[in-house]
């Protein structure tokens, strides 16, 4: 079975510090994708990446950066953290044949900014 | 632009009882994919069932099925035999053809299954 894991289930930050969240699959698949899941807003794409290197904004990449220098690593970046940042971030993976795969999700990380 | 649409923020429904949750979306496209994901306590995202748009036959999953009326961009999912294991949050998303698999999802349905 296809697993992507998110280095830290809960995460408590200040405001104002850069923040790092990791992510990581381990099948090979092309496509990873930044969601940030707030309440009653439903899922959110923050960003998406096709390919190493490659990055494509997605609907909320205000305050927001990412990095895919290795195909199965896939982090995101908060440069300054903000208070309207708290949210659960959750990090998902496809193999990259199209629109009708499934995406295959980690488990979560839940920011706490202070 | 796309948009998916969920009306019932919350529902509830008893053990081994059948529930319907609802959901709407806006497109222009001819060729899209339409999935359900369900999200439990534990927070792991689960594929419930998905189905094309160009084919007109609802897609089912066993006691999962769906309720597929493209003219109307309805698109609504029934559980039947309802399970303690089905309370869980669900989430109706949409994806077009010539996408990367990037999903725009709505804003979700709390089911409480009560026994």
């Known amino acids: 079975d296809v697993k992507v894991t998110q280095s830290s289930r809960y995460l408590v930050k200040r405001t104002g510090e850069k923040v790092f969240l990791e992510c990581v699959q381990d099948?090979?698949?092309?496509?990873m994708f930044w969601y940030r899941q707030d309440p009653g807003l439903g899922l959110r794409l923050i960003y998406f990446?096709?390919?190493?290197?490659?990055?494509e904004k997605g609907d909320i990449p205000e305050g927001y950066s990412v990095s895919r220098e290795k195909k199965e690593r896939f982090s995101l970046i908060l440069e300054s953290a903000s208070t309207n940042q708290t949210s659960m971030y959750l990090c998902?993976?496809?193999?990259?044949?199209?629109?009708?795969?499934?995406?295959?999700f980690g488990s979560g990380t839940q920011l706490s900014v202070l | 632009a796309q948009t998916v649409t969920q009306s019932q923020p919350e529902m509830s429904v008893q053990e081994a009882e059948t529930v319907t949750l609802s959901c709407t979306y806006d497109?222009?496209?001819?060729?899209?994919?339409l999935f359900w994901y369900k999200q439990p306590p534990s927070r792991q995202m689960i594929l419930v069932i998905r189905?094309?748009?160009?084919?007109?036959q609802n897609a089912t999953e066993n006691r999962f099925s769906v309720n597929f009326q493209k003219a109307a961009k309805s698109f609504s999912l029934k559980i039947s035999d309802s399970q303690l294991g089905d309370t869980a949050m669900y989430f109706c998303?949409?994806?077009?053809?010539?996408?990367?698999?990037?999903?725009?999802f709505g804003k979700g349905t709390k089911l409480s299954v009560k026994p």
């Open positions: 189905q094309e748009a160009y084919k007109q």
């Open positions: 099948m090979d698949h092309e496509n």
């Open positions: 998902a993976s496809s193999p990259g044949q199209g629109g009708y795969e499934k995406l295959f």
């Open positions: 497109t222009s496209e001819n060729n899209y994919y």
């Open positions: 990446s096709y390919d190493v290197k490659m990055k």
């Open positions: 998303a949409f994806t077009h053809g010539g996408s990367q698999g990037n999903l725009i």
